[in-house]
Nanobody, 125 residues
Framework: QVQLSESGGGLVQTGGSLRLSCAASGQTFSSYGVAWFRQAPGNERQFVAAISGSSVNTDYEDSVKGRFTISRDNAKNTVYLQMNSLNLEDTARYSC??????????????????WGQGTQVTVSS
């Protein structure tokens, strides 16, 4: 069982930056791949970025490539999402999710077994 807790969301102006954190329980965190998803009101949940348990592989949704960076510190059981050059379309509730995957990444929410409660990111003009 893995429990996830997100933090780092907030209100930021267009062009600003935020760093989200996803803290996990458990002692085998390096065996779990983690992804960030986001959902804005009225929209479907959208894949943002993913990282394998070993950090060897990462994947990004096209609209965030070059602006967002996913990373992890397995010693701290934490995955980060550094978000730069934020724009209005990035406003959403961001959630992290985990699955057993040391070397692969996944884009579908259905592939993930554990979810956090989410953290709100609001970008204003």
């Amino acid at each position: 069982q893995v429990q996830l807790s997100e933090s780092g969301g907030g209100l930021v102006q267009t062009g600003g930056s935020l760093r989200l954190s996803c803290a996990a329980s458990g002692q085998t965190f390096s065996s779990y791949g983690v992804a960030w998803f986001r959902q804005a009101p009225g929209n479907e949940r959208q894949f943002v970025a993913a990282i394998s348990g070993s950090s060897v592989n990462t994947d990004y949704e096209d609209s965030v490539k070059g602006r967002f960076t996913i990373s992890r510190d397995n010693a701290k059981n934490t995955v980060y999402l550094q978000m730069n050059s934020l724009n209005l379309e990035d406003t959403a509730r961001y959630s992290c999710a985990a699955r057993r995957a040391r070397y692969s990444t996944g884009r579908s929410p259905l592939e993930y077994d554990y979810w956090g409660q989410g953290t709100q990111v609001t970008v204003s003009s």
